[in-house]
């Protein structure tokens, strides 16, 4: 009986195994393909049956799309909004949450669902509304429209930040209030420090929707010295005849920071999306 049970869970865990191993190469393909596209002359890249391996590496296809391809001036653009969406996301949403979470007072719960039901409307839906509010600021043109509303709270990361400040035991706070400390303090001195984390994961979510983010860039910047890498890559597209191997060579470019920003921190964005998942 029990080496039957035996044969069972080993047989349970070959199965998720592979199941695991199946999915985990759905993702990783395409990228090794993406890689290996890179590297390849034109008539590899379109060879049948396809060729994984380049008989010679091309790494000229970089230098070439770098020539071609102001990527260090757009690389600098990206990067200035990248930042100022994790300086304004870490600290306008956690302090929003910070209200909603540890302070008492009336109507908090009503309006912590008002702002949850934001979450059902897509950027699509208050485009032009925003354009139109944008336009009337006089911002059109500049980063403002990408910059400045991560310093006025995202609804999921509020949600995130306030689970997690959930979690945390209230009799910390108090005994620090017992001092005198003010609720500015606590949230500053004694509530960020614990939820690094979960600061961490918000700041990897910011980060990756900036980076990758192509709408926002196409509907307010309306000058080149402005654009952003995914803008820039949908001028190489545009052309009649694009260079595919230098598209390929700067889309590796542009996914290897989140890759190896991830690696990095790979340990505190499953702890911030765990314990975020588990606190309530």
């Known amino acids: ?30 990228f090794i393909w993406l890689i290996s596209g890179s590297l390849k002359s034109n008539t590899e890249l379109f060879a049948d049956p396809p060729v994984w391996i380049p008989a010679k590496l091309q790494w000229a296809n970089y230098v070439t799309a770098f020539q071609q391809f102001p990527f260090l001036l757009y690389l600098r653009n990206t990067l200035y909004i990248c930042a100022m969406a994790i300086i304004g996301g ?40 925003l354009f139109v509010l944008f336009q009337k600021f006089g911002w059109i043109g500049s980063f403002k429209p990408l910059v400045i509303p991560a310093f006025f709270g995202n609804a999921y990361f509020i949600f995130l930040l306030r689970q997690f400040f959930i979690g945390i035991p209230k009799e910390l706070s108090q005994s620090v209030k017992v001092d005198g400390a003010s609720e500015f303090r606590i949230y500053w001195q004694l509530t960020l420090p614990l939820s690094l984390p979960v600061m961490i994961t918000v700041a990897i979510f910011s980060f990756t ?47 290897l920071p989140v890759l190896i920003i991830f690696f990095l921190l790979q340990k505190y964005f499953i702890q911030g999306i765990t314990f975020t998942g588990i606190k309530g």
């Open 90 to 129: 870490v600290l306008s949403n956690s302090l929003v949450a910070y209200g909603f979470s540890r302070i008492e007072w009336k109507g908090r719960d009503t309006l912590f669902i008002i702002v949850l039901a934001t979450m059902m409307l897509p950027f699509q839906v208050t485009m032009i509304p």
């Open 209 to 255: 929707r900036a980076w990758g983010d192509f709408i926002g860039p196409l509907v307010f910047l309306n000058d080149n010295k402005l654009y952003t890498l995914s803008l820039g890559i949908q001028q190489i597209m545009s052309v009649n005849d694009p260079r595919w191997t230098l598209l390929m060579a700067v889309g590796v470019s542009m996914t």
């Open 1 to 30: 009986m029990i080496h039957t049970k035996y044969r069972i869970d080993m047989i349970e865990k070959v199965v998720v195994y592979i199941i695991l191993v199946a999915v985990a190469l759905a993702y990783i393909v395409p």
